[in-house]
């Protein structure tokens, strides 16, 4: 008894041991598994890192890119596409203002009508500006601007200077006298692009433009000698020009053009500059501001009807630097 006993105790210790057996070799195969799967993420790692095996470099990284989401794509919801059908922009104008202004022909006298006539060299005009993109893929363009300057100056002069009148007599305008001047511009653009870069990040564009530019010009002086002259003439210019539009983030845009122009018929000399700048904010769906800079520079140069619709003789150069800040309304 006593000896069954005994064979019983040492079948079960030799069961336990047998178990325990198996238990310690399949955690040691396990341990053994997790040692050479952790050998290989540690050589592909080193393979990442050391250039090994560029193919799979390219692979991870075109992946990571895929699955990191832009930040200008945070809420693709909010736009259908990045650049607006149609947009309508209203604000206020503020510019600095220097005009020199020669009337008649020759070698006249040119003025500088702000520091000698008393015009204002400050000006805060309403502006408006408005774009069309009428084609499905948003490359052709249709822009629009309209604002004007309304200026006029009363000064007692400090010093002589002569104008021509409108049949080319030459009157001399003493120092002393009482002048009155005014001097109204209107300022009418339009303009076509074609986009011939554009994604969702930018749109490059080639312009052909027209400014229209009605100019009144009015001169009346009293003392020594009784003046009233006045010059009105439409200036029709067209330009060639350059814009480029950013989308930094889906409500953040940076917004940039030049145009220029120059034309030489006969006794006729044209010339235009302009360029702006733009950052605009537009944190709802329809609706945003914007804070711009913008620089023009005219010149005319004229001895009769040379170039169509001016009927002018002198010269006039008229140059604007100034910001905006407007509101925006676009679909």
Same mark, same amino acid.
């Given at each position: 008894?006593?000896?069954?006993?005994?064979?019983?105790?040492?079948?079960?210790?030799?069961?336990?041991?047998?178990? &325990?057996?198996?238990?310690?070799? %399949?955690?040691?195969?396990?341990?053994?598994?997790?040692?050479?799967? /952790?050998?290989?993420?540690?050589?592909?790692?080193?393979?990442?890192?050391?250039?090994?095996?560029?193919?799979?470099?390219?692979?991870?990284?075109?992946?990571?890119?895929?699955?990191?989401? +832009?930040?200008?794509?945070?809420? *693709?919801?909010?736009?259908?596409?990045?650049?607006?059908?149609?947009?309508?922009?209203?604000?206020?104008?503020?510019?600095? !203002?220097?005009?020199?202004?020669?009337?008649? %022909?020759?070698?006249?006298?040119?003025?500088?009508?702000?520091?000698?006539? #008393?015009?204002?060299?400050?000006?805060?005009?309403?502006?408006?500006?408005?774009?069309?993109?009428?084609?499905?893929?948003?490359?052709?363009?249709?822009?629009?601007?309209?604002?004007?300057?309304?200026?006029?100056?009363?000064?007692?002069?400090?010093?002589?200077?002569?104008?021509?009148?409108?049949?080319? &007599?030459?009157?001399?305008? +003493?120092?002393?006298?009482?002048? &009155?001047?005014?001097?109204?511009?209107?300022?009418?653009?339009?303009?076509?692009?074609?986009?011939?870069?554009?994604?969702?990040?930018?749109?490059?564009?080639? %312009?052909?433009?027209?400014?229209?530019? +009605?100019?009144?010009?009015? @001169?009346?002086?009293?003392?020594?000698?009784?003046?009233?002259?006045?010059?009105?003439? !439409?200036?029709?210019? *067209? !330009?060639?020009?350059?814009?480029?539009?950013?989308?930094?983030? *889906?409500?953040?845009?940076?917004?940039?053009?030049?145009?220029?122009?120059? @034309?030489?018929? /006969?006794?006729?000399?044209?010339?235009?500059?302009?360029?702006?700048?733009?950052?605009?904010?537009? *944190?709802?769906?329809?609706?945003?501001?914007?804070? #711009?800079?913008?620089?023009?520079?005219?010149?005319?140069?004229?001895?009769?009807?040379?170039?169509?619709?001016?009927?002018?003789?002198?010269?006039?150069?008229?140059?604007?630097?100034?910001?905006?800040?407007?509101?925006?309304?676009?679909?």
């Amino acid at each position: 008894m006593a000896s069954a006993t005994a064979k019983g105790k040492a079948c079960l210790h030799t069961k336990s041991f047998i178990i &325990n057996r198996k238990t310690v070799f %399949s955690s040691s195969l396990l341990n053994h598994q997790f040692v050479k799967i /952790k050998i290989c993420l540690i050589r592909l790692r080193r393979k990442i890192m050391f250039g090994k095996n560029k193919y799979l470099y390219v692979f991870f990284v075109a992946g990571l890119l895929f699955f990191i989401q +832009p930040a200008w794509a945070e809420n *693709p919801t909010s736009y259908d596409t990045t650049w607006e059908k149609f947009s309508l922009n209203a604000g206020y104008f503020i510019a600095n !203002t220097n005009t020199d202004l020669r009337l008649g %022909s020759g070698l006249g006298l040119t003025v500088d009508v702000e520091d000698l006539l #008393g015009l204002d060299t400050t000006n805060s005009v309403f502006r408006v500006d408005a774009i069309w993109r009428f084609t499905e893929n948003r490359r052709h363009r249709i822009d629009f601007t309209w604002f004007s300057f309304r200026r006029d100056g009363d000064t007692t002069i400090g010093r002589d200077f002569t104008i021509k009148d409108n049949e080319g &007599n030459e009157i001399d305008i +003493p120092a002393g006298s009482q002048v &009155n001047t005014k001097f109204n511009l209107d300022i009418y653009k339009a303009a076509y692009s074609y986009s011939f870069f554009q994604d969702d990040r930018m749109d490059l564009a080639l %312009s052909l433009g027209l400014y229209v530019m +009605p100019i009144d010009i009015g @001169l009346q002086a009293t003392g020594v000698i009784n003046v009233d002259e006045t010059e009105r003439f !439409t200036a029709p210019l *067209p !330009t060639l020009g350059l814009r480029a539009d950013f989308a930094i983030t *889906p409500k953040w845009f940076l917004r940039t053009g030049v145009e220029v122009f120059y @034309l030489e018929i /006969k006794e006729f000399t044209g010339t235009i500059y302009e360029s702006h700048a733009a950052i605009e904010y537009l *944190p709802w769906k329809h609706f945003g501001f914007g804070l #711009g800079f913008n620089t023009f520079n005219l010149n005319i140069e004229a001895d009769g009807e040379d170039y169509p619709q001016i009927d002018f003789v002198g010269e006039i150069d008229f140059k604007y630097s100034g910001l905006l800040l407007y509101a925006k309304l676009f679909f």
